[in-house]
């Protein structure tokens, strides 16, 4: 059990990651992959990516290299899962790319001497030669190889469940939102007792606690190995298996093309959205994501309205028709926007 201790301060600085965090949720998958826990949930994800991996020899290499920095129990390198931000993959990405040498070192190092090999030697599994950027490149070809296809489906997963603690709080308070991680946390003021495969005590201090939903994390949750870095809990969503929405994406990716799609569904799951948002959501050059937008103004998918330095977009009616009939969950259209 991991037992969190919680001050008054602590309290009041309960923060809910509003998105998927993509490094924690890649940590998750590849323990999914690797395990085969949750064939219901994951299985038709496993036998899509096991076909990819095929076809992709490079993508093969990569995840097989990623897996030995990522065991399916015990240590995992905090460095891979940096602080969330909300910024998207590449912002993640430069922040394992600034992890200081020496911290790189030591982890890799707990991370050797935990993974004994036969006959108590320390495993070699892990490159002999690591450096800070071949992490970030097994970590950027891994994300595309496991979640990219799957992304938006994650990123809808967890705002609804974000969509449900936070109106959690909103009747409650904080205390109501810890309560509503049962059954796999207990809120027993002044500690949060949490279903965890060792026993922990985590001193919060002041520090607060982040909570971050996650899709691929599966049963427990899961938690940063030193305690001295800001204190996250990702915890497990209630999840639609990807088999049971992928049939209907693909007619929508047929039609207006991956990236387009992407961009249409990002734009119509909020009620507006700035260029600069939807580029750093779905990890587009800002360029792209502008005209991508373009051509959906164009075909009369998404309005755009100047709000400052920015310019903001929503869906039309007719994109949420669109969308409603390729079997998404999207949002009901805003009064205030309309294809005029």
């Not at 909300?86 to 600034?98: F, I, P, Q, Y």
């Not at 020496?102 to 006959?119: K, Y």
């Not at 792209?288 to 998918?301: D, E, I, N």
Request: aromatic share 6%; net charge positive.
């Amino acid at each position: 059990m991991l037992r969190i201790h919680f001050g008054w301060r602590d309290i009041q600085n309960v923060r809910l990651a509003q998105q998927p965090d993509p490094l924690w949720e890649l940590m998750c998958a590849v323990c999914r992959w690797q395990t085969g826990q949750g064939p219901f949930a994951f299985g038709h994800w496993r036998h899509e990516t096991a076909g990819r991996l095929a076809r992709d020899p490079h993508a093969a290499r990569a995840l097989h290299t990623l897996r030995a920095f990522v065991p399916t129990s015990g240590y995992i390198p905090d460095l891979l899962t940096p602080p969330v931000t909300g910024e998207g993959l590449e912002a993640g990405l430069e922040n394992v790319r600034a992890t200081p040498r020496g911290r790189l070192v030591s982890e890799l190092t707990r991370l050797a001497e935990a993974q004994p090999a036969a006959g108590g030697a320390v495993s070699p599994r892990i490159p002999a030669a690591v450096s800070l950027g071949l992490v970030t490149n097994l970590l950027r070809d891994s994300f595309h190889t496991l979640l990219e296809p799957y992304w938006q489906h994650v990123r809808s997963s967890v705002g609804d469940d974000v969509a449900v603690r936070a109106r959690t709080v909103l009747g409650g308070g904080t205390a109501a939102l810890l309560e509503s991680l049962r059954p796999f946390a207990r809120w027993n003021p002044p500690y949060l007792e949490v279903d965890y495969p060792a026993d922990r005590e985590l001193r919060l201090e002041g520090r607060g606690l982040t909570l971050v939903p996650s899709y691929f994390c599966w049963r427990r949750p899961t938690a940063l190995a030193d305690p001295g870095l800001d204190p996250v809990l990702v915890y497990p969503i209630a999840k639609q298996p990807l088999d049971i929405v992928r049939a209907g994406e693909e007619r929508l990716e047929h039609l207006l093309g991956r990236t387009r799609s992407a961009v249409l569904a990002e734009v119509a799951s909020h009620r507006v959205r700035t260029t600069t948002e939807v580029a750093r959501s779905l990890g587009l050059a800002p360029a792209s994501a502008s005209y991508q937008v373009g051509v959906l103004r164009g075909a009369g998918l998404v309005v755009s309205c100047r709000q400052g330095k920015h310019v903001a977009h929503a869906a039309t009616p007719l994109a949420l028709s669109l969308l409603a009939g390729n079997g998404r969950s999207i949002r009901p259209a805003s009064k205030a926007w309309s294809a005029s």
